[in-house]
């Protein structure tokens, strides 16, 4: 079992830049693909970004360039640094394990304002 504890979530302005962290809790965090999701009202959950075991990463075409993703095994925390933020980055962003099954946080809203 792994809990997902999100934070670092806000508001800011527009161009502007928030990191959001996501803490594990259990053993072998290092096996686990993380990823970070978002959901904005009335829209479905989407894919942000993502990184393996083994430090490969992908992202969503409308953050690629903007958003960095990162993870220190040592501290079981996976990171999203969010660079020129959109008002169409407001959304709650979510914490995700896979390694079989899926484990989710509880969610950090982030709002952009124009």
């Known amino acids: 079992q792994v809990q997902l504890v999100e934070s670092g979530g806000g508001l800011v302005q527009a161009g502007g830049s928030l990191r959001l962290s996501c803490a594990a809790s259990?053993?072998?965090?290092?096996?686990?693909?993380m990823a970070w999701y978002r959901q904005a009202p009335g829209k479905q959950r989407e894919s942000v970004a993502r990184i393996t075991s083994s430090l490969n990463t992908d992202y969503a075409d409308s953050v690629k360039g903007r958003f960095t993703i990162s993870r220190d095994n040592a501290k079981n925390t996976v990171y999203l640094q969010m660079n020129s933020l959109k008002p169409e980055d407001t959304a709650v962003y979510y914490c995700n394990a896979r390694y079989l099954t899926d484990f989710w946080g509880q969610g950090t809203q982030v709002t952009v304002s124009s």
């Open positions: 259990g053993s072998f965090f290092s096996i686990y693909t």
